[in-house]
């Protein structure tokens, strides 16, 4: 690189010691390639000193600002002469083409307080060209310079800060700063300078010298570096989409590094495994955004590896290029903004869904307050959840039918589904330049209400009652049993409850605040349609009360202080924690018992109480903590013989009419009798069975289970329905469910199966339903024995004589004991009353607990 000629200063309004520029006199000066800093070591007056008495590490030496190279001060850099400032005139020498010059600079103190001097006359600064033209500029307060730090909102109109804007942590950081990291992004402060462009009007021409006239408040000038790049040193350009494909197909977390511009974080594009309306897996290739000045290099690393660097203006030029292990493909084609519409195939009308669009690359661009990635596909517990979900790579958004956007120009790919009941929309459409409108339409498939069957999710935490309207209404659920809940010393909707249900759209819609009452040995349980909050909500110790908290409540507690409600109790993700649950079923405090997945485990305790005689309603819920599973993705259908209202939907769920899906819709009939009703025969006899499915998901089998074995079996082998017919012989007291599975998993954030699972028909033979298993009473009996055991011995009491409790009583532990004494009892008394109708002549032992325990 050829050297210029050696800057010169000039104080006090004296000439340059050489004339370049005089006519006939221009020298012979070769074009500085690139980006080249202009050394003012000569210039120099001032120190940092003169930034205050606290001036902050400002950028001294050879430092890149904004991508760009300066020189600030001398080289090495000395923070006592670093600085022009211009009392009188100065000038600085350039000698060298130039088609743009950047000047560091700061005002150091604001012409008025308020920012009152806006405009307000700072400097000249007169450029002098070779053959004597001199081209001047006026500095004005605001416009091409301002104070640093500038006060919030009133930076520069000409002038832009000496940094980048840059990307948030994002897998680790302080945490305070962990809500701002979801905004990814964080616009640039000044480290010490503003920086100013001026365009030479004429780049042929070389610039002799720069002339710095003071005219109001004082301003240093810390760097100056010329350009003779055609382009604008300042970004001006939007952010374009660039697919990221390494070679040799590696999966991981890319990152991009830019010098010159911006990029967004990368993020993996989707994989092999995409269905329509309900997810896809992570691919190899990934995608970002860069807005870069052509020059700029960009390099795209995997760790501490970096994979390749290519020149973004090549990218721009080729639409591609590549870059030692990866390859850059421009995938910016030109947007649209458009207005959106989703409507019923049959009614014509908006319909509130879900939707994801993306480009032919598979780029998404999701309507405008919707995100492309939810937390940038990172876990979601607790925040920013609501509005968007994501299944597995593809995050969807809720609307109620309608959106505006951008979307891409040429192939577009939509997706749309809502719930279980909508077949899942996919379609490739055509944005052609000039479009602003596109409808949709998305077909009804099955409507279980008007069947009779209504659907809830039993279980939602964290999303406000307008975000879980919003999205059950997306997702057709009826229903939604928002929970309030304590997280050790976090409790979430509070503000929410009011003991009322929230309904929309005229009814067909409810959304009700209840809880979650949660202990970590002695179990969870769900209370709906509460009146007034039953607190504590959680008790003795993380990870749901507070540290170093005490056994303050039972599940049994709970349960009846809901139930003097008129309220419904629901064993939550039955049977874990399994403890307390025992006690609910055997005194008949659990209304119902809650299925979060599919699961052996839940199946066979699910399965051991029944076979125990407890008549267990089955109800689906989700759990929902996060933006990684839709509400109702596992949901109740409850059947109503009256009006639909939240109150009957509790009162079905009570009387066992349900069935739980996470996808099939099944229907079972014992002798015309649906789950919940007892079937009654005079003796052991035949019954008539009736199972069938309907999916919009691929089905693997549908079955009929008696007493928990498979009774009947059909596969589906990947269709969309099934049914078994058939004439079933029933030799004593049964219970009868059927249950269906699907042939893929969800990819929601715990792999659910496709499944759906009926509550049973009872068929009693000869008298009242019931049944026993003495291993599964055995089972029940060393639970509640246990958890009793626990409660003595291991939880962490207060001190009675240093504390009330809210239920007043003075004996603390007598209280805590009551209802596993009560279950045992109930058991007793069961496996009395079972032996004396089998054989009426014979004596069962009496439990008889001691008195200490009955206090």
Request: glycine share 10%.
């Amino acid at each position: 690189m050829a050297s210029s000629p050696p800057s010169r200063a000039v104080i006090a309004g004296g000439k340059p010691e050489n004339d370049w520029g005089r006519a006939g006199h221009a020298p012979t000066i070769e074009a500085m390639p690139g980006y080249e800093p202009v050394d003012l070591s000569v210039a120099l007056n001032a120190g940092v000193g003169v930034l205050g008495d606290e001036p902050g590490d400002v950028p001294l030496g050879r430092v890149d600002l904004r991508g760009l190279p300066f020189l600030i001060g001398s080289e090495p850099p000395s923070a006592d002469r670093c600085f022009l400032l211009p009392g009188v005139p100065a000038s600085v020498g350039i000698g060298r083409l130039a088609r743009r010059v950047i000047v560091a600079h700061r005002l150091l103190k604001p012409g008025a307080p308020a920012g009152h001097a806006v405009g307000q006359a700072v400097a000249d600064y007169a450029f002098h060209l070779a053959g004597g033209e001199v081209v001047t500029v006026p500095i004005r307060e605001r416009f091409e310079i301002q104070v640093v730090p500038s006060p919030w909102g009133r930076e520069p109109f000409l002038a832009v800060t000496d940094t980048s804007e840059y990307k948030l942590p994002r897998f680790e950081g302080r945490w305070d700063q962990a809500g701002i990291r979801l905004m990814e992004h964080a616009r640039a402060e000044s480290a010490g300078y503003y920086l100013w462009c001026w365009e030479n009007p004429h780049p042929e021409r070389p610039v002799e010298r720069i002339e710095f006239i003071p005219r109001g408040p004082r301003f240093i000038v810390a760097g100056v570096t010329t350009s003779d790049l055609d382009e604008h040193p300042f970004v001006r350009t939007a952010a374009r989409l660039v697919r990221l494909v390494a070679r040799d197909g590696r999966n991981g977390v890319f990152d991009i590094e830019v010098d010159r511009g911006v990029a967004t974080y990368p993020q993996p594009l989707p994989g092999e495994d995409d269905r329509a309306g309900w997810g896809a897996s992570e691919g190899t290739a990934a995608y970002a955004s860069v807005a870069a000045l052509p020059s700029a290099s960009v390099a795209v690393r995997q760790g501490d590896d970096e994979l390749g660097r290519v020149r973004w203006g090549d990218v721009e030029r080729d639409g591609r290029a590549d870059a030692g292990r990866v390859s850059l493909v421009l995938a910016d084609t030109g947007r649209n903004w458009v207005h959106v519409a989703v409507v019923d195939d049959a009614t014509g009308q908006p319909v509130p869904c879900r939707v994801h669009f993306r480009s032919a690359e598979g780029i998404p661009y999701q309507p405008h307050g919707h995100h492309n990635h939810v937390t940038q596909n990172l876990g979601s517990l607790h925040y920013d959840v609501g509005g968007d979900v994501r299944l597995g790579q593809r995050s969807y958004a809720y609307i109620d039918g309608t959106c505006q956007g951008w979307l891409p120009r040429g192939d577009v790919v939509v997706d749309v589904a809502r719930g279980f009941e909508y077949e899942p929309l996919r379609q490739a459409i055509r944005i052609e330049p000039g479009q602003r409108d596109l409808t949709l339409r998305i077909r009804r498939v099955a409507d279980m209400a008007a069947e009779g069957w209504w659907s809830g999710d039993s279980h939602v935490h964290f999303l406000s009652t307008p975000g879980a309207q919003l999205e059950q209404r997306g997702e057709d659920l009826r229903v939604v049993n928002l929970l309030q809940s304590q997280w050790g010393a976090l409790f979430t909707n509070t503000e929410d409850f009011s003991g009322r249900p929230s309904v929309i759209d005229r009814g067909g819609y409810v959304t009700y605040v209840g809880q979650e009452n949660r202990q970590h040995m002695l179990g969870h349980t769900v209370l709906w349609g509460l009146k007034e909050p039953v607190m504590p909500w959680c008790s003795d110790g993380p990870d749901e009360a507070e540290l170093g908290g005490a056994l303050d409540a039972t599940l049994s507690d709970w349960a009846d202080r809901t139930h003097a409600q008129g309220g419904t109790v629901v064993a939550a993700h039955f049977p874990n924690p399994n403890a307390e649950p025992a006690v609910l079923v055997t005194t008949g405090r659990a209304d119902a018992v809650e299925m979060l997945a599919h699961s052996g485990d839940a199946m066979a305790e699910y399965y051991r109480y029944l076979n125990s005689g407890y008549r267990l309603p089955l109800v689906g819920g989700t759990d929902k903590m996060s933006s990684t599973v839709p509400v109702g993705l596992y949901r109740t259908y409850a059947r109503l013989d009256e009006e639909f209202s939240y109150e009957a939907w509790c009162r079905a769920v009570r009387a066992g009419r349900t069935f739980l899906s996470g996808g099939p819709l099944v229907t079972l009939s014992v002798d015309a009798h649906e789950p919940g009703d007892t079937v009654r025969l005079s003796g052991p006899g035949t019954v008539s069975i009736h199972a069938a499915v309907r999916s919009i998901f691929p089905l693997r089998s549908l079955e009929v289970v008696r007493n928990g074995e498979v009774v009947a079996r059909t596969e589906a082998n990947g269709g969309r329905q099934a049914e078994i017919s058939e004439e079933l012989r029933v030799d004593g007291n049964s219970w009868i469910a059927c249950r269906a599975f699907g042939a893929d998993y969800h990819l929601d954030e715990w792999g659910r199966r496709v499944f759906a699972h009926t509550s049973p028909v009872y068929v009693a033979c000869g008298g009242d339903w019931t049944m026993t298993d003495p291993e599964g009473i055995r089972y029940i009996r060393t639970l509640i024995e246990g958890a009793r055991e626990y409660v003595r011995h291991t939880a962490v009491r207060r001190s009675d004589q240093l504390t009330t409790h809210h239920h007043g009583e003075a004996n603390h532990l007598a209280w805590l004991e009551r209802p596993f004494t009560e279950a045992l009892r109930a058991l007793e008394e069961r496996d009395r009353t079972f032996l004396r109708l089998a054989d009426p002549g014979s004596k069962w032992p009496v439990y008889d607990p001691p008195a200490s325990v009955m206090t």
